[in-house]
């Protein structure tokens, strides 16, 4: 991971990230002008860099399961958590007056109901299509947060753990999420086999994949595909949801692989990016409390306190800013108590459970 590639991440997360907010508040903002932000294709480039990113650091940082797990479960409940409770919070303040965009919960207990699934991450297993209001982005942790446990047990687990509990790993999630598994593994493999390429061809696949990209979005490409598998298999295509869409998915992650492999293959070319290196790594530390509070602050802004366009994004790019600073960079005291629960529940050193092993190289 040499620092210029580090900054391209950094930038292609954050402007994903941007398009996310982008996709959700441009109706809201500005309804007389069509929205064009392709918010689930940013999805699905997210997707792409959490497996590139998960497959470094266990390589290089997190080599026992245990490690992976506290980090892995630290860095997701340290935002998803208050983004539970913010978006319950404001709910019932937007549900009454925009219910389209904020679904009202019928009774208190549906809206724990549907919140500890969230927290839990079962929102979206098989069939299940269960999304906290004022919370549209945590349909897609739902699915991210079984690729790193089905990826921690292939990658640290010995036989005969190993290939029984991937197993009843894909069991558990159902078909919706192991579709667009192949887009986070790709990720993986991107970053565990580079390719060696001539400079000429590097910068064809970096603006191939670009041009390539411009050409899906226009004919809509992945929508297309999706109506012609619905004229074929309604039904099975009803039952997918989210995942309605994985064949254009699947297009969409081979472009980003495109591209990055491209930038991996002229890294020695693009030490200018590091002189961006700081603003970078500090806009991309953001990225997560940008993706999770955004749609929540946005109905709170909008709707329930009338603010005007350019006034709902000031308040959206400072709230978010604060609320990063709250929960994402106290990162280290959040894994602080997930490792003394780990302690207390396990033991206080791995060797306590035998079928977790302290290093192991797949």
Known sequence: ????????????????????????????????????????HAVVVFFVLSGFVIAYVTENRETALRE???????????????????????????????????????????????????????GQLWDLEIVPSLNNPMWSLNYEVWYYAIFG????????????????GLAICGPNILLLMPCWLLGVQLYRH??????????????????????????NLPIAIRGWMVS???????????????????????LVAAN?????ALEGQLG?????RRPMAAAASTTFSIYMYHFALLGLFRFAWGLSPPTTVVALTVSIAVLAGLTE?????????????FDRLLGPTERARPMWPRDFAP
Do not use: C, Q
């Open 329 to 341: 960079r106290n990162l280290p005291w959040v894994r602080s108590i997930i490792r003394r629960a």
């Open 260 to 264: 990055l492999i491209g930038v991996r």
């Open 1 to 40: 991971m040499t620092p210029a590639l580090s900054v391209y991440l950094d930038m292609l997360r954050f402007f994903t990230a941007l398009v996310v907010v982008l996709h959700h508040a441009w109706p809201v903002l500005w309804p007389e002008w069509r929205e064009i932000w392709p918010g689930h």
């Open 272 to 276: 200018f990016l590091v002189a961006l």
């Open 153 to 168: 047990a292939a990658h640290y687990l010995r036989p005969p753990w190993r290939f029984p509990l991937i197993a009843i």
């Open 194 to 219: 580079p390719i060696a390429l001539r400079p000429v061809l590097a910068w064809v696949l970096i603006f191939g994949s670009m041009l390539g990209y411009l050409i899906l979005l226009k004919f």
């Open 68 to 122: 992976y797990a506290i980090r892995r479960i630290a860095r997701v409940w340290s935002v998803a958590i208050p983004a539970l409770v913010l978006a319950a919070i404001i709910a019932p303040f937007v549900s009454p007056i925009v219910p389209g965009f904020s679904p009202p919960y019928a009774s208190f207990l549906d809206m724990a109901v549907v919140n500890l699934a969230s927290l839990f991450f079962v």
């Open 232 to 254: 074929i298999a309604p039904l099975p295509m009803e039952y997918l949801h989210g995942a309605n869409t994985f064949l254009g998915d699947w297009m969409v992650a081979g």
